[in-house]
Protein backbone atom coordinates (compact mmCIF):
# COMPACT_ATOMS: atom_id res chain seq x y z
CA UNK A 1 0.00 0.00 0.00
CA UNK A 2 1.48 3.39 -0.65
CA UNK A 3 2.18 5.73 2.40
CA UNK A 4 -0.65 8.44 1.20
CA UNK A 5 -2.84 5.37 1.18
CA UNK A 6 -1.74 4.58 4.19
CA UNK A 7 -2.12 7.55 6.11
CA UNK A 8 -6.08 8.12 4.81
CA UNK A 9 -6.38 4.58 6.14
CA UNK A 10 -5.55 5.15 9.70
CA UNK A 11 -7.21 8.82 9.35
CA UNK A 12 -10.42 6.42 8.54
CA UNK A 13 -9.96 4.30 11.16
CA UNK A 14 -9.35 6.66 13.67
CA UNK A 15 -12.71 8.65 12.82
CA UNK A 16 -14.45 5.26 12.67
CA UNK A 17 -13.76 4.58 16.38
CA UNK A 18 -15.83 5.19 18.68
CA UNK A 19 -15.12 6.23 22.12
CA UNK A 20 -15.19 3.35 25.02
CA UNK A 21 -18.38 3.13 26.50
CA UNK A 22 -19.72 2.21 30.23
CA UNK A 23 -23.28 0.70 29.99
CA UNK A 24 -25.56 -0.12 33.11
CA UNK A 25 -29.22 -1.75 33.20
CA UNK A 26 -31.24 -2.49 35.58
CA UNK A 27 -34.29 -4.82 35.10
CA UNK A 28 -36.95 -4.94 37.67
CA UNK A 29 -40.86 -5.94 37.01
CA UNK A 30 -42.76 -4.26 39.52
CA UNK A 31 -40.62 -1.46 40.39
CA UNK A 32 -40.90 2.29 39.30
CA UNK A 33 -39.54 2.52 36.50
CA UNK A 34 -39.29 -1.34 35.70
CA UNK A 35 -36.50 -1.11 33.10
CA UNK A 36 -33.55 2.04 33.11
CA UNK A 37 -30.38 2.19 31.32
CA UNK A 38 -27.22 4.42 31.35
CA UNK A 39 -24.34 4.79 29.06
CA UNK A 40 -21.33 7.05 29.88
CA UNK A 41 -18.65 7.44 27.27
CA UNK A 42 -14.93 8.20 27.66
CA UNK A 43 -15.47 11.98 27.04
CA UNK A 44 -18.54 12.56 29.71
CA UNK A 45 -21.67 12.49 26.92
CA UNK A 46 -24.50 10.12 28.73
CA UNK A 47 -27.60 8.10 27.34
CA UNK A 48 -30.36 7.29 29.41
CA UNK A 49 -33.33 5.62 28.41
CA UNK A 50 -36.33 3.66 30.55
CA UNK A 51 -37.02 1.57 27.72
CA UNK A 52 -34.92 -1.02 25.48
CA UNK A 53 -36.45 0.02 22.38
CA UNK A 54 -36.43 3.76 23.46
CA UNK A 55 -35.58 5.60 20.01
CA UNK A 56 -35.12 8.72 21.79
CA UNK A 57 -33.29 8.51 25.12
CA UNK A 58 -32.47 12.06 27.04
CA UNK A 59 -29.03 12.53 26.62
CA UNK A 60 -26.67 15.12 29.20
CA UNK A 61 -23.01 15.47 29.46
CA UNK A 62 -21.25 14.61 32.97
CA UNK A 63 -18.46 16.41 34.52
CA UNK A 64 -14.98 14.61 32.90
CA UNK A 65 -14.22 14.07 36.92
CA UNK A 66 -17.15 11.94 37.33
CA UNK A 67 -16.58 10.28 33.87
CA UNK A 68 -13.14 9.46 34.55
CA UNK A 69 -13.67 8.30 38.40
CA UNK A 70 -15.94 6.00 36.70
CA UNK A 71 -13.84 4.02 34.23
CA UNK A 72 -10.95 4.31 37.01
CA UNK A 73 -13.53 1.88 38.64
CA UNK A 74 -14.38 0.22 35.88
CA UNK A 75 -10.85 -0.48 34.63
CA UNK A 76 -9.95 -2.02 38.75
CA UNK A 77 -12.77 -4.45 38.21
CA UNK A 78 -10.52 -5.33 34.96
CA UNK A 79 -14.08 -3.98 32.86
CA UNK A 80 -15.64 -6.78 33.95
CA UNK A 81 -14.19 -9.46 33.17
CA UNK A 82 -15.06 -11.43 36.83
CA UNK A 83 -18.52 -12.05 38.25
CA UNK A 84 -19.50 -10.02 40.29
CA UNK A 85 -22.46 -11.92 41.98
CA UNK A 86 -21.85 -12.30 45.62
CA UNK A 87 -24.26 -15.65 45.91
CA UNK A 88 -25.88 -14.73 49.28
CA UNK A 89 -29.18 -15.43 49.55
CA UNK A 90 -30.82 -11.50 50.10
CA UNK A 91 -33.70 -9.95 48.45
CA UNK A 92 -33.80 -9.73 44.33
CA UNK A 93 -33.51 -6.01 43.82
CA UNK A 94 -33.71 -6.37 40.24
CA UNK A 95 -31.14 -7.66 37.47
CA UNK A 96 -28.02 -5.62 36.81
CA UNK A 97 -25.76 -5.33 34.24
CA UNK A 98 -22.00 -3.51 33.73
CA UNK A 99 -21.07 -3.24 30.64
CA UNK A 100 -17.91 -2.27 28.77
CA UNK A 101 -17.50 -1.65 25.30
CA UNK A 102 -13.71 -0.35 24.24
CA UNK A 103 -13.13 1.59 21.22
CA UNK A 104 -13.06 -1.22 18.84
CA UNK A 105 -16.36 -1.89 19.85
CA UNK A 106 -15.09 -5.35 21.31
CA UNK A 107 -17.35 -5.79 24.84
CA UNK A 108 -17.33 -7.54 28.25
CA UNK A 109 -20.20 -7.33 30.35
CA UNK A 110 -21.41 -9.36 33.83
CA UNK A 111 -24.73 -9.90 35.49
CA UNK A 112 -25.30 -9.36 39.10
CA UNK A 113 -28.41 -9.07 41.93
CA UNK A 114 -26.11 -7.92 44.76
CA UNK A 115 -22.28 -7.77 44.95
CA UNK A 116 -19.98 -7.43 48.22
CA UNK A 117 -17.66 -5.68 46.04
CA UNK A 118 -16.58 -2.40 47.47
CA UNK A 119 -15.28 -0.85 43.72
CA UNK A 120 -18.87 -2.14 42.41
CA UNK A 121 -21.00 -0.90 45.13
CA UNK A 122 -19.20 2.32 44.28
CA UNK A 123 -19.79 1.89 40.61
CA UNK A 124 -22.94 0.82 41.27
CA UNK A 125 -23.53 3.92 43.27
CA UNK A 126 -22.73 6.35 40.71
CA UNK A 127 -24.91 4.81 38.14
CA UNK A 128 -27.73 5.22 40.60
CA UNK A 129 -27.05 8.64 41.32
CA UNK A 130 -27.34 9.26 37.30
CA UNK A 131 -30.79 7.57 36.81
CA UNK A 132 -32.02 9.31 39.67
CA UNK A 133 -31.35 12.45 38.31
CA UNK A 134 -32.36 11.94 35.02
CA UNK A 135 -36.13 10.36 36.21
CA UNK A 136 -35.84 14.05 38.36
CA UNK A 137 -35.48 15.44 34.86
CA UNK A 138 -38.15 13.83 33.10
CA UNK A 139 -40.81 14.40 36.15
CA UNK A 140 -39.67 18.47 35.69
CA UNK A 141 -39.67 18.42 32.02
CA UNK A 142 -43.66 16.44 32.61
CA UNK A 143 -44.76 18.74 35.34
CA UNK A 144 -43.71 21.93 33.05
CA UNK A 145 -46.08 20.72 30.00
CA UNK A 146 -48.84 18.64 31.87
CA UNK A 147 -48.81 19.52 35.71
CA UNK A 148 -47.97 22.91 36.50
CA UNK A 149 -49.13 22.58 40.49
CA UNK A 150 -46.51 19.35 40.44
CA UNK A 151 -43.69 21.36 39.25
CA UNK A 152 -43.15 22.47 42.83
CA UNK A 153 -42.73 18.83 44.26
CA UNK A 154 -40.60 18.25 41.08
CA UNK A 155 -38.02 21.28 42.36
CA UNK A 156 -38.07 19.70 45.99
CA UNK A 157 -36.63 16.44 44.88
CA UNK A 158 -34.37 18.20 42.37
CA UNK A 159 -33.03 20.46 45.69
CA UNK A 160 -32.98 17.38 47.45
CA UNK A 161 -30.55 15.34 45.46
CA UNK A 162 -28.32 18.71 45.09
CA UNK A 163 -28.37 19.17 48.73
CA UNK A 164 -27.47 15.55 49.22
CA UNK A 165 -24.39 16.14 46.86
CA UNK A 166 -25.99 13.46 44.26
CA UNK A 167 -27.53 15.59 41.45
CA UNK A 168 -25.18 14.62 38.48
CA UNK A 169 -25.10 16.91 34.86
CA UNK A 170 -26.73 19.29 36.98
CA UNK A 171 -26.50 21.88 33.41
CA UNK A 172 -28.78 19.87 31.64
CA UNK A 173 -31.48 21.50 34.46
CA UNK A 174 -30.70 24.92 33.24
CA UNK A 175 -33.13 25.24 30.24
CA UNK A 176 -35.94 23.92 32.34
CA UNK A 177 -35.35 25.95 35.27
CA UNK A 178 -35.05 29.32 33.27
CA UNK A 179 -38.38 28.62 31.81
CA UNK A 180 -40.10 28.78 34.78
CA UNK A 181 -37.97 30.99 36.55
CA UNK A 182 -39.08 33.38 33.85
CA UNK A 183 -43.17 32.39 32.61
CA UNK A 184 -45.64 33.86 35.07
CA UNK A 185 -47.93 30.97 34.62
CA UNK A 186 -46.25 29.68 37.77
CA UNK A 187 -46.21 30.88 41.22
CA UNK A 188 -44.36 33.36 42.28
CA UNK A 189 -42.59 30.97 45.17
CA UNK A 190 -41.90 28.21 42.23
CA UNK A 191 -40.22 30.80 39.98
CA UNK A 192 -37.78 31.99 42.80
CA UNK A 193 -36.94 28.67 43.97
CA UNK A 194 -36.13 27.63 39.79
CA UNK A 195 -33.98 31.19 40.24
CA UNK A 196 -32.03 30.09 42.69
CA UNK A 197 -31.06 26.66 41.94
CA UNK A 198 -30.04 27.88 38.49
CA UNK A 199 -27.67 30.08 40.04
CA UNK A 200 -26.28 27.71 42.28
CA UNK A 201 -26.33 25.41 39.37
CA UNK A 202 -24.10 28.07 37.45
CA UNK A 203 -21.55 29.01 40.41
CA UNK A 204 -18.23 27.30 39.64
CA UNK A 205 -17.69 23.74 40.81
CA UNK A 206 -14.16 22.53 41.64
CA UNK A 207 -14.96 19.10 42.27
CA UNK A 208 -17.38 17.19 40.96
CA UNK A 209 -20.80 16.07 42.94
CA UNK A 210 -19.84 12.60 43.35
CA UNK A 211 -15.67 13.27 44.64
CA UNK A 212 -18.05 16.53 47.20
CA UNK A 213 -19.83 13.85 48.96
CA UNK A 214 -16.97 11.16 49.04
CA UNK A 215 -14.62 13.60 50.95
Request: charged content about 25%; hydrophobic content about 40%; glycine content about 4%.
Amino acid sequence: MKPRLVVLSAVCMSLLAAPAKLQFTKSFPGSVPPYCSVEVDKSGGLTYKEAPTDDRPLTAQLLSADAEAMFDLAQKLDNFKSPLESGLKVANTGKKTFRYQDENGAATEVVFNYSTNLLAQQLLERFERIAASERAYLELDRTIHFDKLGVNDALAEIESLWLRKELTAPDQFLPLLTRIATHEAFMHLVRDRAARLKDEFQAPQTVSANDRKEK
